[in-house]
T-cell receptor
Protein backbone atom coordinates (compact mmCIF):
# COMPACT_ATOMS: atom_id res chain seq x y z
CA UNK A 1 0.00 0.00 0.00
CA UNK A 2 1.44 3.40 -0.95
CA UNK A 3 2.53 5.60 1.94
CA UNK A 4 3.64 9.14 2.60
CA UNK A 5 7.29 9.05 3.60
CA UNK A 6 9.08 11.65 5.69
CA UNK A 7 12.80 12.11 6.31
CA UNK A 8 14.51 12.40 8.65
CA UNK A 9 12.54 10.82 11.47
CA UNK A 10 14.36 13.03 13.99
CA UNK A 11 16.27 16.25 13.39
CA UNK A 12 18.20 18.17 16.00
CA UNK A 13 19.27 21.68 15.06
CA UNK A 14 20.70 24.72 16.75
CA UNK A 15 18.58 27.80 17.22
CA UNK A 16 18.94 30.16 14.27
CA UNK A 17 19.85 27.42 11.81
CA UNK A 18 17.87 26.61 8.71
CA UNK A 19 16.21 23.23 8.51
CA UNK A 20 14.52 21.40 5.65
CA UNK A 21 12.03 18.65 6.33
CA UNK A 22 11.37 16.32 3.45
CA UNK A 23 8.30 14.42 2.37
CA UNK A 24 7.50 12.11 -0.48
CA UNK A 25 3.71 12.18 -0.96
CA UNK A 26 1.73 9.36 -2.54
CA UNK A 27 2.55 9.48 -6.23
CA UNK A 28 -0.82 10.29 -7.80
CA UNK A 29 -1.87 12.76 -5.13
CA UNK A 30 -2.33 16.41 -5.99
CA UNK A 31 -2.84 18.10 -2.62
CA UNK A 32 -0.09 18.37 -0.03
CA UNK A 33 -0.10 19.56 3.54
CA UNK A 34 2.09 20.21 6.54
CA UNK A 35 0.85 19.98 10.09
CA UNK A 36 2.73 20.20 13.34
CA UNK A 37 2.18 18.98 16.89
CA UNK A 38 4.01 20.58 19.76
CA UNK A 39 4.49 18.09 22.59
CA UNK A 40 1.32 17.77 24.61
CA UNK A 41 -0.71 19.96 22.25
CA UNK A 42 -3.04 19.38 19.35
CA UNK A 43 -2.14 18.75 15.74
CA UNK A 44 -2.19 22.14 13.98
CA UNK A 45 -2.55 22.92 10.29
CA UNK A 46 0.35 24.84 8.78
CA UNK A 47 -0.12 24.97 5.03
CA UNK A 48 -1.78 23.35 2.04
CA UNK A 49 -0.27 23.24 -1.43
CA UNK A 50 -1.92 22.56 -4.77
CA UNK A 51 -1.00 23.17 -8.38
CA UNK A 52 2.47 24.36 -7.38
CA UNK A 53 1.31 27.07 -5.07
CA UNK A 54 0.15 27.58 -1.51
CA UNK A 55 -3.63 27.31 -1.37
CA UNK A 56 -4.02 28.11 2.32
CA UNK A 57 -1.79 28.81 5.29
CA UNK A 58 -2.31 29.34 8.98
CA UNK A 59 -1.11 32.22 11.11
CA UNK A 60 1.67 29.95 12.33
CA UNK A 61 3.10 29.80 8.80
CA UNK A 62 4.95 33.11 8.88
CA UNK A 63 7.84 34.38 6.77
CA UNK A 64 10.22 31.93 8.43
CA UNK A 65 8.41 29.05 6.76
CA UNK A 66 8.33 28.08 3.12
CA UNK A 67 7.27 25.05 1.13
CA UNK A 68 8.46 23.75 -2.17
CA UNK A 69 7.89 20.93 -4.57
CA UNK A 70 11.32 20.92 -6.17
CA UNK A 71 10.68 17.93 -8.42
CA UNK A 72 7.87 15.55 -9.24
CA UNK A 73 8.12 13.58 -6.02
CA UNK A 74 9.35 15.63 -3.05
CA UNK A 75 7.51 18.19 -0.95
CA UNK A 76 9.65 20.14 1.50
CA UNK A 77 9.11 22.42 4.45
CA UNK A 78 11.89 24.89 5.18
CA UNK A 79 12.24 26.82 8.38
CA UNK A 80 14.68 29.64 7.72
CA UNK A 81 15.88 30.50 11.20
CA UNK A 82 14.68 28.03 13.78
CA UNK A 83 13.47 29.08 17.21
CA UNK A 84 13.12 26.97 20.34
CA UNK A 85 9.34 27.07 19.96
CA UNK A 86 9.59 25.40 16.54
CA UNK A 87 10.39 22.16 18.35
CA UNK A 88 7.54 19.82 17.43
CA UNK A 89 6.52 16.80 15.43
CA UNK A 90 5.92 17.81 11.83
CA UNK A 91 3.52 15.77 9.75
CA UNK A 92 3.26 15.78 6.00
CA UNK A 93 0.03 14.63 4.38
CA UNK A 94 -1.29 14.22 0.86
CA UNK A 95 -4.64 13.61 -0.74
CA UNK A 96 -5.87 12.78 -4.21
CA UNK A 97 -8.51 15.48 -4.20
CA UNK A 98 -9.54 18.51 -2.20
CA UNK A 99 -12.26 16.57 -0.48
CA UNK A 100 -10.73 13.13 -0.17
CA UNK A 101 -8.91 11.32 2.59
CA UNK A 102 -5.62 12.82 3.70
CA UNK A 103 -2.85 10.27 4.21
CA UNK A 104 -0.24 11.17 6.79
CA UNK A 105 3.45 10.48 7.01
CA UNK A 106 5.01 9.10 10.14
CA UNK A 107 6.31 12.52 11.15
CA UNK A 108 9.64 14.24 11.69
CA UNK A 109 10.49 15.19 15.25
CA UNK A 110 12.31 18.51 15.16
CA UNK A 111 14.25 19.49 18.25
CA UNK A 112 15.72 22.99 18.37
CA UNK A 113 18.44 23.46 20.98
CA UNK B 1 -14.28 30.35 15.02
CA UNK B 2 -13.74 26.77 14.00
CA UNK B 3 -12.88 24.53 16.90
CA UNK B 4 -12.93 20.88 17.88
CA UNK B 5 -13.15 19.90 21.53
CA UNK B 6 -12.33 16.51 22.97
CA UNK B 7 -12.94 16.90 26.69
CA UNK B 8 -11.22 13.72 27.85
CA UNK B 9 -7.45 13.36 27.66
CA UNK B 10 -7.62 9.75 28.82
CA UNK B 11 -10.34 7.16 28.75
CA UNK B 12 -9.55 3.94 30.55
CA UNK B 13 -11.85 0.92 30.21
CA UNK B 14 -11.74 -2.84 30.59
CA UNK B 15 -11.90 -5.20 27.65
CA UNK B 16 -15.49 -5.83 26.61
CA UNK B 17 -16.80 -2.57 28.07
CA UNK B 18 -18.57 0.01 25.88
CA UNK B 19 -16.57 3.01 24.78
CA UNK B 20 -17.65 6.53 23.90
CA UNK B 21 -15.07 9.14 22.97
CA UNK B 22 -16.60 12.56 22.96
CA UNK B 23 -16.13 15.20 20.29
CA UNK B 24 -17.85 18.55 19.96
CA UNK B 25 -17.26 21.06 17.23
CA UNK B 26 -17.86 24.70 16.55
CA UNK B 27 -18.45 25.71 12.96
CA UNK B 28 -21.18 27.83 11.42
CA UNK B 29 -21.15 26.16 8.01
CA UNK B 30 -21.74 22.58 6.91
CA UNK B 31 -19.11 20.49 8.66
CA UNK B 32 -17.33 17.41 7.53
CA UNK B 33 -16.08 15.38 10.45
CA UNK B 34 -13.53 12.64 10.84
CA UNK B 35 -11.99 10.40 13.41
CA UNK B 36 -8.29 9.69 13.05
CA UNK B 37 -6.45 7.07 15.09
CA UNK B 38 -2.79 6.79 15.97
CA UNK B 39 -1.62 3.45 17.30
CA UNK B 40 1.64 3.30 19.23
CA UNK B 41 4.58 4.30 17.00
CA UNK B 42 2.40 4.44 13.92
CA UNK B 43 1.16 7.26 11.75
CA UNK B 44 -2.16 9.03 11.94
CA UNK B 45 -4.71 7.13 9.91
CA UNK B 46 -8.31 7.77 9.06
CA UNK B 47 -10.71 5.67 11.08
CA UNK B 48 -13.98 6.97 9.71
CA UNK B 49 -15.69 10.03 8.26
CA UNK B 50 -19.26 11.02 8.86
CA UNK B 51 -20.36 11.15 5.23
CA UNK B 52 -19.50 7.50 4.64
CA UNK B 53 -21.61 6.33 7.61
CA UNK B 54 -19.48 3.20 7.85
CA UNK B 55 -18.58 1.08 10.81
CA UNK B 56 -14.83 0.48 10.94
CA UNK B 57 -13.34 -2.00 13.42
CA UNK B 58 -16.66 -1.93 15.23
CA UNK B 59 -16.55 1.86 15.72
CA UNK B 60 -19.38 4.15 14.68
CA UNK B 61 -19.92 7.88 14.93
CA UNK B 62 -23.05 9.88 14.26
CA UNK B 63 -23.06 13.54 13.45
CA UNK B 64 -25.54 15.39 15.66
CA UNK B 65 -25.88 18.89 14.27
CA UNK B 66 -28.23 19.98 17.04
CA UNK B 67 -25.67 19.14 19.71
CA UNK B 68 -22.71 19.85 17.39
CA UNK B 69 -21.25 16.51 18.36
CA UNK B 70 -19.58 13.59 16.63
CA UNK B 71 -18.97 11.07 19.39
CA UNK B 72 -17.12 7.84 18.59
CA UNK B 73 -18.64 4.67 19.98
CA UNK B 74 -17.88 1.00 20.21
CA UNK B 75 -20.05 -1.47 22.11
CA UNK B 76 -17.26 -3.83 23.20
CA UNK B 77 -13.72 -2.52 23.49
CA UNK B 78 -10.75 -4.70 22.59
CA UNK B 79 -7.18 -4.37 23.84
CA UNK B 80 -6.01 -3.61 20.32
CA UNK B 81 -8.21 -0.51 20.33
CA UNK B 82 -5.75 1.15 22.70
CA UNK B 83 -4.52 4.21 20.83
CA UNK B 84 -4.75 7.97 20.53
CA UNK B 85 -7.98 9.12 18.87
CA UNK B 86 -8.35 12.51 17.22
CA UNK B 87 -11.56 14.10 16.08
CA UNK B 88 -11.10 16.47 13.14
CA UNK B 89 -13.19 18.99 11.24
CA UNK B 90 -12.81 19.91 7.60
CA UNK B 91 -14.26 23.25 6.58
CA UNK B 92 -16.09 23.79 3.33
CA UNK B 93 -13.77 24.82 0.53
CA UNK B 94 -10.83 24.38 2.83
CA UNK B 95 -8.76 22.24 0.51
CA UNK B 96 -9.08 19.49 3.04
CA UNK B 97 -7.54 21.56 5.83
CA UNK B 98 -8.22 19.65 9.01
CA UNK B 99 -8.82 21.19 12.41
CA UNK B 100 -7.97 18.67 15.09
CA UNK B 101 -9.11 18.19 18.62
CA UNK B 102 -6.55 17.64 21.36
CA UNK B 103 -7.03 13.89 21.21
CA UNK B 104 -8.17 11.24 23.67
CA UNK B 105 -5.97 8.38 24.69
CA UNK B 106 -8.01 5.18 24.95
CA UNK B 107 -6.51 2.54 27.20
CA UNK B 108 -8.23 -0.84 27.16
CA UNK B 109 -7.17 -3.12 29.99
CA UNK B 110 -7.44 -6.91 30.00
Amino acid sequence: EPEVTQTPSHQVTQMGQEVILRCVPISNHLYFYWYRQILGQKVEFLVSFYNNEISEKSEIFDDQFSVERPDGSNFTLKIRSTKLEDSAMYFCASSAGGNTEAFFGQGTRLTVV
Amino acid sequence: AQRVTQPEKLLSVFKGAPVELKCNYSYSGSPELFWYVQYSRQRLQLLLRHISRESIKGFTADLNKGETSFHLKKPFAQEEDSAMYYCALSVAGGYNKLIFGAGTRLAVHP
